[in-house]
């Protein structure tokens, strides 16, 4: 109980020899050993000469057992104590940083310093923001003239499709219109053809009127003559 209460206390937890200590500690067993080894020889010589008593193995193992136990429990004491010292030295280290670190800031050159990138940065952003913009400005002009080259194409193509379309429309009524010609010129020559014949026929016709009607009085005054012939030829 009074080497754990030791343990606790700040001047145990700055030892770092506890190899002495764990000499002293082994110490008396040794010697408790030998004063029962040599009390027990005393009182049974016979034992003496014969192998160890089964109470001797006992007394040696129990010894082993907290010999283990005590240097597990130093062990275990001073990985807690540099853990403790490292904690506290990490701790300490930090809070040194932590102080150093608010000292420069509060610092008139870190202020100047810092307000000077801050510029620094603002002169970049306004430079970068300016160079975007002129960047989207020309990509936007491009795209214009692209639209525009795009547009003018299409207008271009519209027209000249347009302009086809014209040709194909004159071509056809021009053909059309020859081929309405074409059957108004032979339906003309038809009929001239018709209106020749129709003037031949009456022509054959009043001919031929004309002629029977010179056969007729050719007939008519040969009945004429006719008659007196015979007058006369009776006269006679």
Same mark, same amino acid.
């Given at each position: 109980m009074?080497r754990?209460s030791?343990?606790?206390t700040?001047?145990?937890r700055?030892?770092r020899s506890?190899?002495?200590?764990r000499h002293? %500690?082994r %110490?008396?067993?040794p010697?408790?050993?030998?004063r029962?080894?040599?009390?027990s020889?005393s009182?049974?010589?016979?034992h003496? %000469?014969s192998?160890p008593?089964?109470g001797s193995?006992?007394?040696k ?12 429990? !130093?062990r275990r $004491?001073?990985?807690?104590?540099l853990k403790l010292i490292?904690?506290?030295t ?7 940083? $932590? !102080? ?6 509060? %610092?008139?050159?870190?202020?100047q ?5 801050l510029?620094?940065?603002r002169?970049r952003l306004?430079d970068e ?6 960047k989207?400005?020309e990509?936007?002009?491009l795209?214009?003239r692209q639209?525009e080259e795009?547009?003018?194409?299409e207008?271009? #193509?519209?027209e000249?499709?347009l ?13 059309e219109?020859?081929? $309405?010609?074409?059957?108004?010129e ?5 009929l ?6 129709k #003037? ?5 016709k009043?001919? $031929? ?6 056969n007729?009085m050719?007939?008519l005054?040969k009945?004429k003559l006719?008659p007196k ?8």
């Amino acid at each position: 109980m009074r080497r754990k209460s030791r343990s606790i206390t700040p001047r145990r937890r700055k030892s770092r020899s506890p190899i002495t200590r764990r000499h002293k %500690s082994r %110490s008396p067993t040794p010697k408790r050993y030998k004063r029962q080894r040599s009390r027990s020889s005393s009182l049974s010589p016979v034992h003496k %000469s014969s192998s160890p008593s089964l109470g001797s193995i006992e007394r040696k193992n129990a010894s082993e057992k907290l010999k283990k136990e005590e240097e597990e429990r !130093k062990r275990r $004491q001073q990985e807690a104590e540099l853990k403790l010292i490292e904690e506290e030295t990490a701790k300490r280290v930090e809070e040194a940083i $932590q !102080k150093k670190v608010e000292e420069r800031l509060n %610092s008139e050159e870190i202020k100047q310093e810092i307000q000077k990138r801050l510029e620094e940065g603002r002169r970049r952003l306004n430079d970068e923001v300016a160079a975007q913009l002129e960047k989207e400005k020309e990509a936007a002009i491009l795209e214009a003239r692209q639209k525009e080259e795009v547009a003018k194409k299409e207008n271009e #193509e519209l027209e000249k499709m347009l302009e086809e379309n014209r040709k194909r429309v004159e071509e056809t009524q021009r053909r059309e219109a020859m081929e $309405q010609q074409r059957r108004e010129e032979e339906r003309y020559r038809e009929l001239e053809e018709l209106q020749r014949q129709k #003037e031949e026929a009456m022509k054959r016709k009043k001919q $031929q009127e004309e002629e029977e009607r010179l056969n007729q009085m050719k007939l008519l005054g040969k009945n004429k003559l006719r008659p007196k012939l015979s007058f006369a030829l009776g006269s006679k």
